[in-house]
């Protein structure tokens, strides 16, 4: 059994920032792509940055510039650094990661519990 686990949201001031940290636990062989996505009230999931096993990252061109991911494969964890944070940022952020399970014959995408980020203007 794998779960992630999810912190760092808060409410914070337009401007400022905040780093949101997810960590893998369970039996787990080995990690494969790491992501952050949100949904705000009303609206659809979205990704917001994604990283692959080599560093390559990808973002949404509404947080391109002001949010950095980044990956530790020895914690097993993804964090996103959020900086220069807007009104239109407040969402439910989660993290996923696409773990190969011992004794899984394939791996399969987890999903964090989701972290509450509100940001006042």
């Known amino acids: 059994q794998v779960q992630l686990v999810e912190s760092g949201g808060d409410l914070v001031q337009a401007g400022g920032s905040l780093t949101l940290s997810c960590v893998a636990r369970g039996s787990i062989f080995s990690i494969n792509d790491m992501g952050w996505y949100r949904q705000a009230p009303g609206k659809q999931r979205e990704l917001v940055a994604s990283?692959?096993?080599?560093?390559?990252?990808n973002y949404a061109d509404s947080v391109k510039g002001r949010f950095t991911i980044f990956r530790d494969n020895a914690k097993k964890a993804v964090s996103l650094q959020m900086n220069v944070l807007k009104p239109e940022d407040t969402a439910v952020y989660y993290c996923t990661q696409r773990v190969q399970g011992y004794g899984a014959f394939i791996p399969r995408d987890y999903w964090g519990q989701g972290t509450q980020v509100t940001v006042s203007s």
């Open positions: 990283i692959t096993t080599t560093g390559t990252t």
